[in-house]
């Protein structure tokens, strides 16, 4: 051992000393954070696509209406206050904040709102989430292509004065437009651009946000958000970058952890199971449900309700969830996930209220089997069944197929892991049997999930149609009192079980890796993570 001087002891103290402090300097001035999405980033238009990856960078860049506070309440984001309803509930007059800026300087206005909405309910645009503007005035009809979408109830009165008119309550209103659908757009910049070009690239997108978006062509898988000068808050923003990278491995993305490579990353399945008394884990409470969307359509297979139901029964949820995931993900015997919200008609978790069991019954199964298989005229039926190129997504697609074809008689499985615009084109095609997918609900209540399961939706690839299931999804929406709105909401759940309209599989427990000194995200059980107000200590 090297022998150190008794000189050289309080000069050791005070390098470590210095040492220390510069440390805690750097960790002070820190403004980078590395961030990952599952999968590629294909636009940010947020009138015609509805991804995750859109979705959760789009709630970093853009600001609506109103926004989630760090207690999932809703608060004033462009506009200057929470408003109430006039007109017995049907009018909104919302003032808009006359400080708020696109990130190339041009002003928020109440036109911005307009030109956004209604690109959002134009056919022409070919819109995907159509069905959360019903009950604002028009917004069907529009969506249906019968009448102009000037007609839609929403107008600019002066240039931050905004009126929306609904041809009804809607009980949900100020959490509904959190979402990012609802966010405006900078009409003269998309116009400028092009509405073909809108949002596929950093050079064809303006952000009204904390942030606004570089270095993305559009195809690649690393882009960057830097702060928006022009953002009305932005002294309040610590941080100068988010690096987002897409990395669809679960160990991939833990090595990236564990070298300093990323801030904060979800891990499941094996990975994650090591990780549970990490002391970098986080366990966040989402509203986020996996199903099986099931292609209903014409002489499809599954279009046979005992066919369906049979798929349903024979799967081991309790063995998917503990031994496939093995990442705190529990059985679905729902579609609308645990604690999206309480019924405050009976004082009881919605989803808890009306779970079906999860429980495997392969007796059952193999007899509605062969009855679907008789009622169809078939022999034997090969099903294809598509998800995402994830980790995640390929074990559970793997446990399908094993599990489909070991129990039930004169089944072949084929499976297909897409990246998510194969994926989203073969669904938009109809070429599919089963597609593995998820929601994660944009807003706490029940009817984001249940609303979009209707006959027609965009968000229904599947093809469900249930007219009885219809009335009370529209019953709901209509709804004048908190009674009527949660009993067809529940009656609307249990006929999506009775026939077998989907089939849950999980629900999902995120878990994350999150560096120990980050602090000041909002991750909120419903919608996505925000960033916008992150700092490191």
């Not at 062509?217 to 309040?236: E, P, R």
């Amino acid at each position: 051992m090297r022998k150190i001087s008794k000189l050289s002891i309080p000069l050791a103290l005070s390098l470590l000393v210095l040492a220390a402090c510069g440390n805690k300097d750097q960790a002070s001035q820190k403004t980078t954070l590395n961030l990952i999405q599952s999968s590629e980033l294909t636009t940010l238009d947020n009138t015609n696509q509805a991804t995750m990856p859109e979705f959760s960078t789009l709630t970093n860049l853009d600001e609506g209406l109103y926004k989630l506070n760090s207690n999932n309440k809703v608060v004033p984001a462009i506009a200057t206050k929470i408003v109430k309803p006039t007109n017995n509930g049907k009018t909104y007059t919302i003032k808009l904040r006359k400080d708020a800026r696109w990130s190339n300087g041009d002003k928020v206005t109440a036109q911005d709102f307009v030109y956004s909405w209604r690109r959002s309910v134009d056919p022409k645009n070919k819109p995907v989430y159509t069905y959360v503007f019903s009950g604002i005035k028009n917004a069907d009809a529009i969506a249906a292509g019968k009448m102009s979408v000037e007609k839609l109830g929403i107008q600019a009165k002066g240039k931050y004065t905004l009126m929306i008119e609904l041809e009804h309550p809607i009980q949900s209103f100020n959490k509904l437009v959190t979402m990012p659908t609802f966010l405006p757009q900078d009409h003269k910049f998309v116009q400028k651009v092009g509405t073909q070009k809108y949002g596929t690239s950093a050079k064809t997108t303006v952000s009204n946000g904390a942030f606004k978006i570089t270095n993305w062509t559009g195809t690649n898988t690393k882009y960057k958000l830097v702060k928006n000068k022009y953002y009305y808050a932005k002294d309040k923003v610590k941080l100068q970058t988010i690096n987002y990278q897409t990395v669809k491995d679960d160990t991939t993305a833990y090595n990236l952890f564990k070298t300093g490579k990323l801030d904060d990353t979800v891990v499941s399945g094996v990975v994650a199971q090591g990780l549970q008394n990490d002391k970098n884990m986080k366990k966040i409470p989402r509203a986020w449900t996996y199903y099986l969307q099931v292609n209903q359509s014409g002489d499809a297979p599954l279009s046979n309700a005992k066919l369906r139901k049979a798929i349903s029964l024979v799967l081991d949820r309790k063995e998917l969830t503990q031994k496939v995931l093995a990442d705190g993900s529990t059985a679905a015997g729902a579609f609308v996930s645990p604690k999206t919200a309480t019924d405050p008609t009976t004082g009881k978790d919605f989803s808890s209220e009306v779970s079906a069991s999860t429980k495997a019954n392969v007796a059952q199964a193999k007899k509605l089997w062969q009855e679907g298989l008789k009622e169809s005229g078939k022999s034997s039926i090969t099903l294809n069944v598509i998800a995402e190129d994830t980790s995640q997504q390929k074990k559970v697609t793997e446990y399908l197929q094993s599990t489909i074809e070991s129990k039930l008689s004169n089944v072949t499985v084929n499976v297909s892991n897409l990246p998510s615009k194969s994926l989203s084109n073969r669904k938009a095609d109809g070429d599919f049997d089963l597609s593995l997918w998820y929601w994660l609900a944009d807003y706490a209540d029940p009817i984001n999930y249940l609303g979009i399961l209707t006959s027609g939706n965009s968000m229904n690839p599947g093809k469900y149609a249930d007219s009885t299931y219809d009335t009370y999804i529209k019953n709901a929406q209509n709804a004048g009192n908190q009674k009527t709105y949660w009993q067809n909401l529940r009656d609307a759940e249990k006929q999506l079980q009775n026939s077998t309209g989907i089939i849950p599989l999980y629900y999902v427990k995120e878990d994350h890796m999150v560096k120990s000194n980050l602090a000041g995200v909002n991750y909120h059980t419903a919608g996505f993570a925000d960033y916008t107000r992150a700092y490191w200590k």
